[in-house]
């Protein structure tokens, strides 16, 4: 690196990377996509009714079919005596009409005959002979399902943006929709680097690490929505890290992590700083300070640092939201425990929530990624003196 004062800025806030990261990434797209593979993408336009549901007036439960006049008063001890002139059942309704005196079978989902306006279950009927039943209650239009009581044709029913969860995919297909649009799954390449790492279950030598970057932000790229198009791992060389990124063509992001720190072998940042563009280089935070943006033959590039406590934070507060366009969501809480301010940076001290109260965690290494899994809380501590215990804090959740 030159001595000379870098051309880009350097050491800007959690807010700015935020913004400059959304920056160089492309609006969302929309493409369609058969119900069975929508669970969990996002609706990119609202979804009106083709149908109404019910598509007809139908019955609620199992029973008979009546009016409900002609049932007033009938009970265990004087039941009502009605003549069974056909049945509905759900896809084949009675194709005749219920009159004074008269009752059809219904099953449940059937359409209501013409004539009937109210149900009696099963259970409180017997049978009187082949052709008639007594009902010891009355029947009940409370059990009819109105045509439409649900939605009708041309109803709005699932807005743009809305997660598209299991029972929104159930009622995408209830609306008649055989495919939805959904916004386009941003491409994000991944990569990690540094000859210290190895996959898991291979044999460490000294020094060696297991690759828990990879596999973790795998995992948290797929839950932000994002279509992770994996490069594996890069060594500590140059020639072999240019030779990998080159080749993330058709990827909208590429993230790595390490690489990007201060010293001999970061060859991430020495490649995007001489040849390639750099949009910000270090992030006032902890954990995570050594982050930097850039480009890399027009590829916007995310360099994640290599400490796996850092790299997760990064990616939670700063690269999921750019990449989600959803905002961090925080809550405000009391200190159960005081949490150490510092003069330049916002801190993210690893916090547990119990009773309503944020405690310290405990060591805040940036190497100790058990502290991840037991923690439940990220506390944001901003530049300055602290919180004491009984102040509130913002608290993000892990």
């Known amino acids: 690196m030159s001595a000379s004062r870098p051309a880009f800025p350097m050491h ?11 920056a160089l990434l492309p609006g969302p797209g929309v493409e369609a996509v058969p119900l069975a593979r929508a669970r969990g993408r996002t609706l990119a336009a609202d979804l009106a009714a083709r149908v109404s549901h019910p598509s007809a007036t139908e019955s609620a439960l199992d029973g008979v079919a009546a009016r409900e006049a002609d049932t007033l008063g009938a009970s265990r001890d004087a039941p009502v005596r009605l003549r069974v002139v056909g049945e509905s059942r759900a896809g084949v309704p009675f194709a005749g009409t219920v009159g004074p005196g008269e009752c059809a079978r219904i099953y449940t989902g059937a359409p209501l005959p013409p004539g009937a306006d109210a149900i ?7 049978d009187d002979g082949p052709e008639h039943v007594l009902l010891r209650r009355p029947a009940s239009p409370a059990d009819v399902r109105p045509e439409g009581g649900d939605f009708r044709a041309g109803d709005v029913v699932l807005r743009a943006g809305l997660p598209l969860t299991p029972p ?16 386009r799954r941003l491409r994000v390449a991944l990569l990690s680097t540094g000859d210290e790492v190895r996959e898991p279950g291979e044999a460490l030598l000294p020094g060696q690490v297991y690759d828990s970057n990879r596999h973790g932000l795998t995992a948290m790229l797929e839950d932000c929505g994002c279509e992770v198009l994996p490069l594996g791992h890069a060594p500590d060389s140059p020639a072999a890290l240019e030779t990998i990124i080159s080749g993330a063509g058709g990827a909208d992001l590429l993230l790595t992590s390490g690489g990007v720190s201060m010293g001999r072998y970061d060859f991430l940042r020495d490649l995007l700083m001489e040849r390639g563009e750099v949009a910000f280089w270090k992030v006032r935070m902890r954990p995570g300070g050594p982050a930097l943006l850039g480009r890399w033959q027009g590829l916007p590039v995310f360099g994640l640092p290599g400490n796996p406590v850092s790299s997760l934070v990064v990616f939670h507060v700063v690269v999921r939201p750019a990449l989600s366009g959803q ?5 405000r809480l009391p200190a159960a425990t005081p949490f150490r301010g510092l003069p330049d940076k916002t801190a993210f001290w690893r916090g547990v929530i119990r009773d309503g109260r944020v405690e310290d965690y ?3 290494g940036s190497g100790l990624l058990r502290s991840l899994s037991e923690a439940n809380a990220l506390v944001v501590v901003p530049e300055g003196p602290g919180v004491e215990a009984g102040e509130t804090v913002d608290v993000v959740l892990l």
């Open 12 to 22: 800007v806030s959690v807010e700015e990377a935020r913004a400059m990261l959304a």
């Open 120 to 126: 009696c279950p099963v259970e409180k009927l017997n």
């Open 168 to 183: 929104r995919v159930a009622l995408a297909a209830a609306l008649g929709h055989p495919e939805v649009p959904v916004r």
């Open 327 to 331: 905002p961090v969501q925080t809550l």
């Open 362 to 364: 405990g060591p805040q």
